[in-house]
T-cell receptor, first 111, second 115 residues
Framework: DSGVTQTPKHLITATGQRVTLRCSPRSGDLSVYWYQQSLDQGLQFLIQYYNGEERAKGNILERFSAQQFPDLHSELNLSSLELGDSALYFC??????????FGSGTRLTVV | AQSVTQLGSHVSVSEGALVLLRCNYSSSVPPYLFWYVQYPNQGLQLLLKYTTGATLVKGINGFEAEFKKSETSFHLTKPSAHMSDAAEYFCAVRSPSGSARQLTFGSGTQLTVLP
């Protein structure tokens, strides 16, 4: 157990739907990073939050959004889902930005 | 902007043989460098990292990597491969300063260990 908890582990949904992925960082870690892993794109950085505020944005689609709550857990919202959004979504947390710990991921399948 | 190139998307070695996974980076300043391993259906586990100081970094499971600034490389090695080393390995880079603290990953190298 890495200490970073992601739920759900698996998610199957239909095109056009909206889903929410949840991440609880390691105790004490203020930063949360979201990554998407797919066969064609590899590991792509989506977005980072630090202590509730957005700090950096990567290749995140406008249909996707995220937030970090006061208890430091984070949610990634994916809407108007397309087949191409099927991927493994990882959350990572860090305390000093060079000790990144990854969760086990959420596997999203869009059918 | 930083980038990472991992040479060889698939590497096969015999059990007991040397493991060498190659990683070259592109960065305007010496970056922080990382190696992660991913086993099937699992998340990424940190093997080792280089931030500052000694350029030869030792990690878990007998792996080590050497930061070579002149070659912009951070190759991962292990003297003797074990069957349990079969996994996908990712090299990653991060700027040592500034607001961009996210990791940029290479495309990964799938390591197969043959009996």
């Amino acid at each position: 157990d890495s200490g970073v908890t992601q739920t759900p582990k698996h998610l199957i949904t239909a095109t056009g739907q909206r889903v929410t992925l949840r991440c609880s960082p390691r105790s004490g870690d203020l930063s949360v990073y979201w990554y998407q892993q797919s066969l064609d794109q590899g590991l792509q950085f989506l977005i980072q939050y630090y202590n509730g505020e957005e700090r950096a944005k990567g290749n995140i689609l406008e249909r996707f959004s995220a937030q970090q709550f006061p208890d430091l857990h984070s949610e990634l919202n994916l809407s108007s889902l397309e087949l191409g959004d099927s991927a493994l979504y990882f959350c990572a947390s860090s305390v000093k930005d060079y000790g990144y710990t990854f969760g086990s991921g959420t596997r999203l399948t869009v059918v | 902007a930083q980038s990472v190139t991992q040479l060889g998307s698939h590497v096969s070695v015999s059990e007991g043989a040397l493991v060498l996974l190659r990683c070259n980076y592109s960065s305007s300043v010496p970056p922080y460098l990382f190696w992660y391993v991913q086993y099937p259906n699992q998340g990424l586990q940190l093997l080792l990292k280089y931030t500052t100081g000694a350029t030869l970094v030792k990690g878990i499971n007998g792996f080590e990597a050497e930061f070579k600034k002149s070659e912009t490389s951070f190759h991962l090695t292990k003297p003797s491969a074990h069957m349990s080393d079969a996994a996908e390995y990712f090299c990653a880079v991060r700027s040592p300063s500034g607001s961009a603290r996210q990791l940029t990953f290479g495309s990964g190298t799938q390591l197969t260990v043959l009996p």
